[in-house]
């Protein structure tokens, strides 16, 4: 592991991260989802496809990457960006999962490989909808001390930040983003995924247009049952771009 510091507009973030083949000459990106961190996308694919340069990255809030400013997926691409041109790594292909596919995707990559990404945004069912207006008639009674009791899983147990953070991009709709996007897409997806379902990937094949829908059995993290047949697929789909 090691640390790297990257000044984005004023800012600056420690990013934490790990290189695996270095001596490779292609690169190959990884970044993890909301509220995960790199350790998880090593686990998968860390083994796998040796003919690349392996980047890991803790995007800034998760693992040991601090962060205390408020961000947006736009804001983390540029600070993604910013660290990939410190460390001298070019975005052959960028691998995202999740929000980290929407950061992945503002990458614009030459092979964008998106696992169950986040980016269209569905409408609320009737029950969350209650519980936001629920929080919004208490907020000016218990303020911040009820907010565990009403927040999602993923936005529990955050600083302040963090959880204006979640906010941003928990709201950004993708679509127009994907449609106008250009460059090749490989979308992974867990045919029993909940937290991305299913839909949001035959959304993004029909509207992105050079795009390719992969479904596999599993949910949220398949992946981490399908890493050698992704791999697979990137390695094949890669070396077609290649030639």
């Known amino acids: 592991m090691a640390i790297k510091r990257v000044n984005v507009d004023g800012d600056l973030f420690e990013i934490s991260y790990e290189m ?9 990106i990884f970044l993890h989802g909301w509220g995960s961190n790199k350790e998880i996308m090593k686990g998968a694919f860390g083994n796998l496809l040796p003919e690349f340069r392996h980047v890991y990255i ?5 693992g040991k990457s601090p962060n205390d400013k408020v961000l947006n997926s736009r804001k983390y691409a540029q600070i993604v960006d910013a660290f990939l041109d410190e460390v001298g790594v070019s975005k052959d292909i960028v691998v995202g999962h999740s929000f980290g596919g929407k950061v992945a995707t503002l990458l614009e990559p030459r092979l964008l490989v998106l696992l169950s990404s986040a980016g269209i945004v569905c409408p609320k069912p009737w029950t969350i909808r209650m519980k936001i207006a629920l929080f919004k008639m208490l907020k000016p009674f218990g303020g911040q001390k009820i907010r565990r009791f009403f927040v999602a899983e993923d936005a529990k147990n955050m600083g302040e930040a963090m959880y204006a953070t979640f906010k941003n991009v928990v709201n950004e709709d993708f679509r127009n983003i994907f449609a106008s996007y250009t460059r090749e897409v490989l979308l992974f997806w867990g045919k029993g995924d909940m937290a991305t379902p299913l839909k949001s990937g035959e959304i993004m094949r029909d509207i992105i247009p050079r795009s390719k829908l992969i479904v596999l059995d599993g949910d949220h993290y398949f992946f981490l049952h399908h890493s050698g047949e992704i791999a697979q697929k990137i390695k094949e789909h890669y070396g077609k771009l290649s030639m």
Not at 58 to 62: A, E, H, S, Y
């Open 20 to 28: 695996k083949n270095r001596k490779r000459v292609g690169d190959i």
């Open 58 to 62: 803790d995007l800034p809030g998760f």
